[in-house]
């Protein structure tokens, strides 16, 4: 997400590009950790001290409602994550430890076509998410189930 890009987004939505706007866009852009709106505070936090949660949730919601993020929802902590990556890809989010990272498949372009072929919409995104293990709680998981079994 361009600089540029998002102050003439805010400003289309009729908001000011605000230092801390600016601020929460640039982190959203370059994590790849997929932030809750509490990560991205405490990350920001201390770089403005006036920053508010309730201007990160606002941001969060002008810049999902104009297509520059997308809000992943919960992945089984309560939390919606956000993704600057409005790309067709997919997520894949660890249901125990709630990392989520990106995965990228051919096959996601071909969707997206068929179902513009078949259904008439005019798609201008998507969001898909995969829940599971990721492989360091899988090796976690089965350390368990070895112990347990002794």
Known sequence: MEKLKVIEALRKAGLRATPQ???????LTESHAHPT????????????????LATIYNTLDVLVGIGLVNALGSIGDDKVHFDADVSPHINLACVKCHKI????????KQLNDEINKNSGFELFGSRILYYGHCPE??????????????
């Not at 706007?21 to 982190?27: D, G, W």
């Not at 709680?137 to 002794?150: D, G, P, R, Y």
């Open 137 to 150: 709680c899988q090796k976690e998981i089965s350390q368990l189930s070895v112990i347990q079994s002794i």
């Open 37 to 52: 709106a509490t990560d991205i505070y405490v990350e920001l936090k201390e770089q403005f001290p006036s920053l508010s």
């Open 21 to 27: 706007r600016i601020a929460i866009c640039e982190l």
């Open 101 to 108: 990272v990106d995965a990228t498949s051919n096959f996601i």
